[in-house]
């Protein structure tokens, strides 16, 4: 299992990014994918995560923090889920991570709070002007 973020960088408040987690090694729709963040001298935090279509109803969640800002979508032709981020804060400025996970049956929220099974490498997110 492999999993790859990319897409981060810097970025005006208010602006957009589009982060892309490329993975391979696995059927993606068979896992929860989720996306954590890691600022300085803070504790990852989980993002939002999309369920797994076998293991669950490919459910989306979402910290509170980034509801209706944030959109976690997944192209599985392409083995690619993606996090759409708009109306960006500062508070948003962190390292990005994408994880898999498939011992959860059901949805993935929970694993938004424990963490997954399966990691990437991060992509640094910076918001500001």
């Known amino acids: 299992v492999q999993l790859q973020a990319s897409g981060g960088g810097l970025v005006q408040p208010g602006g957009s990014l589009r982060l892309s987690c490329t993975t391979s090694g696995f059927t993606l729709d068979s896992y929860h994918i989720g996306w954590f963040r890691q600022a300085p001298g803070k504790e990852r935090e989980g993002v939002s995560c999309?369920?797994?279509?076998?293991?669950?109803?490919?459910?989306?969640y979402y910290v509170d923090s980034v509801k209706g800002r944030f959109t976690i979508s997944r192209d599985n032709a392409k083995n690619t889920v993606y996090l759409q981020m708009n109306s960006l804060k500062p508070e948003d400025t962190a390292v990005y991570y994408c994880a898999a996970d498939e011992r959860v049956r059901g949805p993935c929220s929970p694993l938004l709070y424990y963490g997954m099974r399966y990691w990437g490498k991060g992509t640094q997110v910076t918001v500001s002007s």
């Open positions: 999309i369920s797994s279509v076998s293991m669950s109803d490919e459910s989306t």
